[in-house]
């Protein structure tokens, strides 16, 4: 395992980390974590108006002021060709670019295996502490090109066992799968969670509604969601995101008055006024977001057994319930059961959310990334 200078700093490696996601938030907690003296974000895209919500400085791997403008143009556009696009013709720069950063003895926190690929040359790879957060459920990771999936699956595994040093797991639950996909021989695995800021105010009444924070994209399965709300008309079911199925999961909602659109907010206390339950219906997850500010402002989760962390977001029974089968019966009991007994669940929910205190996570990372017991 190569040791970082306790002394050197700290990069962090993300495409736009001022983009809306739960990546791009783990991103700038843990940027906020760490001494801002030492920490710094590297980027390839983000969104300029957003840059102020950065608390360390941000360098731009892909050149100058106009020409990240002009990438970060590309990049809002939606078109994921023309991002590929952009990205290739700048590819050596950014290479170029971040050899003469991490020259060595420094720490590279990676957040997808994809960057490590094709920007971090063997050199880079080799002279650094390369500590990889794994963000994903492992069972997905050879589904997404931007994991360990696509035509390059070798060889990023390949990276993977001879440079990474330190694997970041966000629950105790991923680990033995993950192990039957990668390589962990000779890699501290280390479990750090999500954290969110808890509300100074909590939630004080449980309106008979159920909240789903997504973007509505297949993978999410929204249609779920319109299914188990016709089996409870007087349930209302406010389902806050955009995306490319947001026009057919509304045609699919149109005879239901209970399903309401609510589009795109970041207002997630209001979220959690309105709503007294979060639904998640995912073929998978990482560790969702969503699922800790819900049990942070006390209400309860319902969820599918589709990923791992599922265990350690919910405590079944207790802070909100675990559907094993995914039929919308199963739901709408499991919804209908926890607005029965709300306030057995909103206990539980605010018991459990010691895990995701911002204070624990600030004090693993530091430990793991600033000491030396962390290495």
Request: with cysteine; aromatic share 8%; charged share 25%.
């Amino acid at each position: 395992m190569k040791n970082a200078d306790p002394g050197k700093k700290i990069y962090i490696l993300e495409a736009d980390p001022t983009r809306f996601g739960g990546i791009q938030q783990f991103v700038r907690n843990l940027a906020g974590y760490l001494p801002k003296e030492r920490t710094f974000l590297l980027a390839y895209y983000r969104d300029l108006a957003k840059e102020k919500e950065i608390p360390v400085p941000l360098i731009r791997l892909n050149g100058t002021e106009d020409r990240c403008k002009r990438k970060n143009s590309i990049y809002l556009s939606g078109s994921s060709l023309l991002r590929s696009l952009a990205l290739l013709f700048d590819l050596f720069r950014i290479r170029k670019n971040l050899a003469k950063i991490l020259k060595g003895g420094d720490t590279l926190v990676v957040n997808a295996a994809s960057a490590m690929l094709l920007f971090c040359s063997r050199k880079v790879l080799k002279n650094n502490r390369i500590v990889m957060v794994m963000h994903t459920a492992p069972r997905m990771l050879f589904r997404r090109s931007y994991n360990f999936g696509g035509i390059f699956r070798k060889y990023k595994i390949s990276l993977f066992r001879r440079y990474v040093d330190e694997v970041v797991l966000l629950s105790p639950y991923e680990k033995p799968e993950l192990e039957t996909w990668l390589p962990l021989q000779g890699k501290r695995c280390t479990v750090i969670r999500h954290a969110v800021e808890f509300p100074e105010k909590l939630p004080d009444r449980y309106p008979r509604a159920a909240a789903v924070l997504a973007r509505l994209v297949t993978l999410k399965r929204i249609d779920r969601v319109i299914a188990c709300a016709k089996l409870l008309p007087d349930v209302r079911f406010n389902i806050y995101g955009t995306g490319p199925e947001e026009e057919h999961l509304k045609a699919m909602a149109e005879t239901l008055p209970n399903v309401c659109f609510r589009g795109y907010t970041n207002d997630i206390e209001n979220v959690f006024r309105e709503n007294s339950v979060l639904l998640i219906t995912s073929e998978y997850e990482g560790y969702p977001v969503s699922g800790i500010e819900a049990c942070v402002h006390g209400r309860p989760v319902v969820s599918l057994d589709t990923f791992p962390a599922v265990r350690d977001l919910i405590e079944d029974r207790n802070s909100g319930l675990i559907v094993t089968e995914p039929s919308p019966e199963a739901l709408a009991d499991a919804v209908r059961n926890v607005l029965a007994d709300h306030e057995k669940f909103r206990a539980g929910a605010l018991e459990h959310r010691k895990l995701y205190a911002p204070e624990t996570a600030c004090r693993a990372w530091n430990e793991l990334l600033l000491t030396e017991t962390g290495r």
